[in-house]
C-alpha cells in the first residue's frame, strides 16, 4: 500500500499544480470510489452506492472516478466536509459531469483536489447559491473546472482561516443578475474575503456585472490575493473592487477586454480601504493606452480619495507568493482560450458558445439560464475496460508493466516518486519511470 513519505508529502497534488494551493494531499492513497450512477439523494434518504454524494460524504482519504458521464440534478447542495479527496473527473466518459440544482461547496476541510468538473445550479430551486464556494478551509486546488449559472456569487472563497488555496485554469461565467437574490441584481464573480493565502491564475471571467474580483477580510488581519494571468470578459461597470476591509493584492498580468454589457471601460480595479496595499504591472485594458503605469487604470473608491491618495495604496515591487507560470500577457490569454474550463474531454455546448462569444465579441450579461437555453443535453459515453476496478484501464497498466489483475495496485507507487499508479494514469505521467517533479 502507499505510504505518505516525506517525498510524497513534497510532490504537489498534480505536477501542473501551482499557486498557495498548489501541496494540497488531497485523497493520495486513499480508497477508491467510482461513481457509477448519476442519481442523488437527499437529506432523510438512503444513500445510493456508486453515487457521487455517497463518495464525497465518505470518510477518509479517497479518490473519487467517473465510470458514468452526463448531469447530476442535485436534490441538496453537494458539501465536502470529510478531508483528503480527490475528484477527478478528467476521465469521465464523452463529455464528462455537470452537477445541476444546487453547488459544490468545501466547507471546514482541508486537502482536497477538484479537476474538471462543471458546476451550474441555475435559478429553478429559487435559492440563492454560489455554483463553487470554499469557505474555512485549507490546502484545495480547484483545477480546470467551469462554474456558471450562480444565483449569488458564481466562484467564491470566504472565511477567517482559509488559507493556501489555488483557483486555476477555471472558466467562470455567466453569474445570473437579475434572478432569485433577495438583493436584487446579483450578477457577481467571485468574493474572495478570508485572512489567508489564496492563488487566482488562468482563469477565464465572462459576463458578471462586478466582483471580478471582490477581495477583503472578514477579520482584522489582511489576506493575501494573487490574482494574475486570468482573462476578463464583458463586465458592466467596474471589473473589481475593494472596500473598507483592507487586502494585499498582486494585480499582474491580466487582460481585460470589454464586451457589449460594459458600461466602464476606463478602469480594472476599484481600491479602498485604510491599509490595502496592490501591486500592479503588466495588466491590459483593450481600448486604453496606460504605456508602463498600469495605475491609471486604477480607480480610488469613494470617500477613500479624500483621506488616501492611490499612492498610499501602490506597492513598488510584488508581494512573494507561491510560483506562477509567468507569460507576456498577450500570449497567456491564447493560452486561456485554449485550455481553461473542462476542457481536456470535448468541451460542451456551454463553454464553447462562451468561447466564441469572447473571441467575437459577443454575448450578454443574462438573468437566467434559459435566456442561454439552459442545460445541454449530454450523449452517453462508454467508460474505458477495467476488469480489476483500480480505476486505471486495462491497456494503460499492461503498457506499463502494471498488473491488470490486482485491483489494489492503483494505491501503490511503483517508481517511488510520490504519485501512486492511479495518480501517474490521472496526470498523463509514466508510473514506473521515477521523476523528481519538483
Wanted: net charge negative; glycine share 12%; aromatic share 10%.
Amino acid at each position: 500500500m502507499f505510504c505518505h513519505s516525506s517525498e510524497a508529502q513534497k510532490v504537489k497534488a498534480f505536477p501542473d499544480a501551482q499557486g498557495f494551493g498548489a501541496y494540497a494531499i488531497g485523497g493520495r492513497g486513499g480508497a477508491l470510489f467510482l461513481v457509477t450512477t448519476l442519481e442523488d439523494y437527499g437529506k432523510g434518504e438512503t444513500p445510493i452506492e456508486g453515487s457521487l454524494r455517497a463518495a464525497i460524504e465518505a470518510e477518509g482519504p479517497r479518490m473519487v472516478l467517473f465510470k458514468v458521464g452526463g448531469i447530476i440534478e442535485l436534490k441538496a447542495p453537494l458539501v465536502v466536509r470529510n478531508p483528503y479527496l480527490t475528484l477527478a473527473g478528467q476521465i469521465a466518459p464523452w463529455q464528462g459531469i455537470c452537477l445541476k440544482n444546487y453547488g459544490l461547496q468545501i466547507r471546514e476541510t482541508h486537502d482536497v483536489v477538484i479537476r474538471y468538473l462543471r458546476v451550474r445550479p441555475g435559478d429553478e430551486m429559487g435559492e440563492e447559491l454560489d455554483a463553487i464556494s470554499i469557505n474555512k478551509s485549507q490546502n484545495v486546488i480547484l483545477d480546470h473546472c467551469s462554474a456558471s449559472w450562480g444565483t449569488d456569487e458564481t466562484l467564491s472563497v470566504t472565511g477567517v482561516g482559509t488559507d493556501r488555496i489555488t483557483v486555476q485554469w477555471c472558466m467562470i461565467a455567466e453569474s445570473l443578475n437579475q434572478s432569485v437574490h433577495k438583493k436584487g441584481a446579483h450578477g457577481y464573480g467571485s468574493l474572495i474575503r478570508t485572512d489567508g493565502r489564496v492563488s487566482f491564475h488562468h482563469n477565464l471571467y465572462a459576463h458578471h456585472t462586478t466582483r471580478v474580483p471582490r477581495p477583503g477580510t472578514y477579520g482584522d488581519k489582511s489576506g493575501l490575493l494573487d490574482f494574475q494571468h486570468n482573462v476578463i470578459y464583458n463586465w458592466k461597470s467596474m471589473p473589481g473592487y475593494s472596500r473598507a476591509d483592507s487586502v494585499r493584492m498582486n494585480l499582474v498580468g491580466n487582460y481585460y477586454k470589454p464586451g457589449p454589457s460594459t458600461t466602464g471601460k476606463d478602469y480594472i480595479f476599484q481600491i479602498g480601504g485604510q491599509t490595502s496595499l496592490i501591486y500592479a504591472s503588466d495588466n491590459i485594458l483593450e481600448g486604453v493606452e496606460q504605456g508602463w503605469d498600469d495605475w491609471v487604470l486604477i480607480e480610488g473608491r469613494g470617500w477613500w480619495n479624500w483621506i488616501f491618495g492611490l499612492d498610499d495604496y501602490k506597492l513598488t515591487q510584488p508581494i512573494a507568493v507561491a510560483p506562477v507560470l509567468k507569460e507576456k500577457t498577450k500570449e497567456m490569454y491564447f493560452d486561456v482560450l485554449r485550455f481553461a474550463g473542462v476542457s481536456l474531454q470535448m468541451r460542451d455546448a456551454v463553454d464553447r458558445r462562451i468561447m466564441a462569444e469572447l473571441e467575437k465579441g459577443e454575448g450578454r450579461i443574462i438573468n437566467s439560464q434559459k435566456d442561454v437555453g439552459g442545460w445541454p443535453t449530454y450523449e452517453s459515453g462508454r467508460s474505458f475496460s477495467d476488469r480489476d476496478g483500480d480505476g486505471m484501464p486495462d491497456r494503460w497498466e499492461k503498457l506499463h508493466k502494471l498488473d491488470a489483475e490486482d485491483g489494489e495496485d492503483h494505491s501503490k507507487d511503483a517508481d517511488g516518486d510520490g504519485y501512486t499508479n492511479l495518480e501517474e494514469f490521472l496526470n498523463g505521467t509514466v508510473p514506473i519511470l521515477f521523476e523528481k517533479y519538483n
